[in-house]
């Protein structure tokens, strides 16, 4: 089976294995009593330890300052409560997060070594960690060598105190979602419409050969060059395959910062580095960033129907094959590009400023670039030769269309004719 069938079957088994495990399961209540009567559990790490694989636990409204651990099938879902004559629908986890079993990643909830686990309608907050630097890391949610779903959460605040700059991938630290393994296998995580904000790398990360990654419908923010390191929306590295749908992701613009400062310390919407092959990206709103989507190396990649607004630095689409040594069999299509900018010599000097941008010499190849629509750039399209644009859609561009082989240093010149 290619990979790509793999993953659609990883993501609707995983669907499916999560409703008829709830349906079937034992179920086990914890809150406090004033809020939450019959509930045997007043913490939801005790309900953890008693719960049988495929339980239920539903979490009555209230702060539960708890780090997790979860190693078996489980359901965490939080439920709605009445206090005070209100209903009240905020399960909020906040801990003082620690090390726990010598793990590399602090996570409020850290999923690892099953299968079938399931979070739903719960606040996680990871604001209260002390960390320094690039290790170890500092999640809202992390799945390790784990399978499930992260769905219709609050997902904040996985943001260090004095970041810094880490050299090597993953870059940076502070991620909402961490998807990762250690040994080779099929691990499928779904994130889906959740509210993931205030992170200082990037709102969801997988990485790893062998995980099939849906993040789909969520609302992800993040503050872009303001917090002085790269940021990413979604960022997948070196082997998953991933399904990015409708998704909404908001970044943050230049400000003060020079064109060259900003791109130095760039925000980027989607960013795919060496990805599974047939991973796709489609439907998206993308806006406010440094460049929408970012691709450094795939194959047979689709990045369809995607909207991406209001880009200040680079381009509405990046592409490069470096990361793998190439970018092949691949197609972009049907996407709307919406003020890529500003239209001068920063466009022209640093080959920015376009809808859809090609870098030269960096392994591209057999793929093709067709019905996208660009309006308000530098240029629409610039493309190697060795790869087919077909028709667009370009209105107020300086450059409809560009050969990039054509201009191994420089665009042409930003004047009007």
Known sequence: MSDERMARACFVLTILAGAQMVASAETLKVGHANVCPGAKYTTIGAAVTAAHAGALIEICPGLY?????????????????????????????????????????????????????????????????????????????????????????????????????????????????????????????????????????????????????????????????AGGLFQFGVFIVNGPVASIRWNVITEGLCGSLSASDCIGVRSEGVTLRAPGDGTTVDGNVISNAQSGIFINGANRLRVTNNQIRNIQALDGIDIQGSATGAFTNSRIEGNEIVNVGPISEDASNDEAGCGINEYSGTGISGNHIVNNTVNDAFCGVAAVAADHVGFGSYFNVLYPVLNSDQYPNAYPPPTEP
């Open 65 to 225: 300052p708890e780090q997790l651990i979860v190693d078996k099938p489980l359901t965490l879902r939080g439920i709605a409560a009445e206090v005070n004559g209100l209903a009240v629908n905020r399960v909020l986890l906040q801990p003082a997060l620690q090390d726990l079993q010598n793990l590399a990643t602090e996570a409020v909830i850290t999923v690892m070594n099953t299968h079938d686990v399931n979070l739903e309608n719960l606040a996680i907050g990871a604001s209260m960690n002390s960390v320094n630097g690039c290790a170890p890391s500092v999640a809202g949610v992390h799945y390790y060598n784990a399978s499930g779903r992260v769905d219709h959460n609050a997902i904040f605040g996985a943001r260090l105190g004095n970041p810094q700059s880490c050299p090597t991938l993953p870059f940076g630290n502070g991620f909402g979602v961490q998807i990762d393994d250690s040994h080779s296998g099929s691990f499928c995580v779904s994130v889906t419409r959740n509210s993931i904000h205030d992170y200082t790398a990037a709102g969801v990360q997988a990485t790893g050969t062998g995980i099939y990654a849906n993040v789909e419908g969520n609302n992800i923010s993040g503050i872009g060059p």
